[in-house]
């Protein structure tokens, strides 16, 4: 079985417009990522699980293998997270389906998603896909390298999400900010 190192390296070689990290995300954002997910958290989503960084330690948070479900689009990843994680969802499709394979209710969202380098179109099918099946105190939970909020400002208006910006992770390459996005209060 590869490692998780080798399978990232050999897919971004071989489907460079699916694998679009200069490397697998750091243990130290996976940790930032799921800040605040417990067994409590319920049902959670993971998109773009790649290699199962994030997988592992939303699981590590106490969320039951049962309560995750993860949409990756390459069928190598799927079948290596299958692997390493029996007992989770696996979903062989894009983000934007989200909003039609889950069930409403879920505690949170956590994304690896390039979101910036989409049309603000697919952003918008993502998000209101996913803010459809959270709860009302529901997160999304979103990293970017750059200096701005990853989600288009259009798409954050038209759905009423508030950004709210957590911490820089230096010890990720290249260094992340992670963000969280929620309902604005009515």
Request: proline content about 8%; glycine content about 10%.
């Amino acid at each position: 079985m590869p490692s998780d190192l080798a399978l990232f390296l050999r897919q971004l070689i071989r489907r460079p417009q699916q694998v679009v990290a200069l490397s697998p995300s750091s243990a130290d954002l996976a940790r930032a990522m799921t800040e605040g997910l417990s067994p409590e958290t319920g049902r959670v989503a993971e998109l773009g699980a790649g290699t199962g960084k994030l997988t592992r330690a939303i699981l590590d948070r106490g969320v039951a293998e049962s309560d995750l479900t993860v949409f990756e689009l390459n069928p190598e990843f799927c079948d290596h997270l299958r692997r390493q994680f029996p007992g989770i969802k696996v979903v062989n499709a894009g983000a934007e389906t989200i909003g039609h394979t889950c069930a409403p209710g879920l505690g949170a969202v956590i994304s690896g998603l390039p979101l910036l380098s989409m049309p603000s179109t697919l952003q918008m099918t993502i998000l209101q896909g996913a803010f459809h099946l959270l709860r009302p105190k529901g997160a999304f939970v979103q990293f970017t390298y750059g200096p701005r909020p990853p989600v288009d400002e259009k798409v954050r208006q038209t759905l009423g999400l508030s950004a709210r910006r957590g911490e820089i992770v230096w010890g990720n390459l290249p260094p992340a900010r992670v963000y969280h996005f929620t309902r604005m209060a009515s």
